[in-house]
């Protein structure tokens, strides 16, 4: 094997070397490796109270950057990014992470259509009504989270939004 002239050749000799000393040589061993830092049992002791309830850390939502600054900075833990993730998955948890905003929306059409509501909101003589739930808001909300698959986690706001439901708000809100 030694004398092989290539790495293919190498190969074969190798694979006739093992099966001339048993099949159980073709087995592969699992490797050690370097053993981690910090047991999965007691991260799942420190962090699932704090990831079920983030309000624990101060925090609305997790995101894996969230969670590993948390980790690393509170609690001392020296994990990297990755692990964290790989935690995180181990642990059970999703990243949830909603739907897109829509595309391929005309901005010439939103102008005119917010200059023709500022037109008929200075016409006295237009009564400007919004119909069911339509309106105007500002949504800030976080958006992506890591979640266990069986929760339905709330989205809180975080009391930065605006919401216009009649004509007086709709004015305040396009003036």
Same mark, same amino acid.
């Given at each position: 094997?030694?004398? *092989?002239?290539?790495?293919?050749?190498?190969? =074969? #000799?190798?694979?006739?070397?093992?099966?001339?000393?048993?099949?159980?040589?073709?087995?592969?061993?699992?490797?050690?490796?370097?053993?981690?830092?910090?047991?999965?049992?007691?991260?799942? %002791?420190?962090?699932?109270?704090?990831? %079920?309830?983030?309000?624990?850390?101060?925090?609305? @939502?997790?995101?894996?950057?969230? #969670? @590993?600054?948390?980790?690393?900075?509170?609690?001392?833990? %020296?994990?990297?990014?990755?692990?964290? #993730?790989?935690?995180? @998955?181990?642990?059970?948890?999703?990243?949830?992470?909603?739907?897109?905003?829509?595309?391929?929306?005309?901005?010439?059409?939103? *102008?005119?259509?917010?200059?023709?509501?500022?037109?008929?909101? %200075?016409?006295?003589?237009?009564?400007?009504?919004?119909?069911?739930?339509? /309106?105007?808001?500002?949504?800030?909300?976080?958006?992506? =989270?890591?979640? =266990?698959?069986?929760?339905?986690?709330?989205?809180?706001?975080?009391?930065?939004?605006?919401?216009?439901?009649? @004509?007086?708000? /709709?004015?305040?809100? #396009?003036?």
């Amino acid at each position: 094997m030694e004398a *092989a002239p290539n790495k293919r050749s190498y190969i =074969r #000799l190798a694979a006739i070397r093992a099966l001339l000393m048993g099949f159980d040589a073709l087995a592969t061993k699992p490797r050690s490796g370097r053993p981690r830092k910090v047991k999965l049992e007691r991260v799942g %002791d420190l962090v699932l109270p704090v990831l %079920d309830d983030p309000s624990l850390a101060g925090e609305t @939502h997790w995101t894996g950057r969230k #969670l @590993h600054g948390y980790l690393n900075q509170k609690l001392g833990l %020296d994990l990297g990014y990755t692990t964290v #993730l790989r935690w995180l @998955h181990q642990l059970d948890f999703h990243l949830r992470v909603p739907r897109p905003w829509p595309e391929g929306q005309d901005e010439g059409k939103r *102008a005119a259509f917010l200059k023709e509501m500022r037109q008929l909101c %200075d016409d006295p003589t237009v009564e400007l009504w919004f119909s069911d739930e339509s /309106g105007f808001e500002g949504d800030p909300r976080p958006r992506r =989270r890591w979640v =266990r698959p069986d929760s339905k986690p709330t989205v809180p706001y975080l009391g930065q939004t605006r919401q216009a439901s009649d @004509h007086r708000d /709709g004015q305040r809100l #396009l003036a």
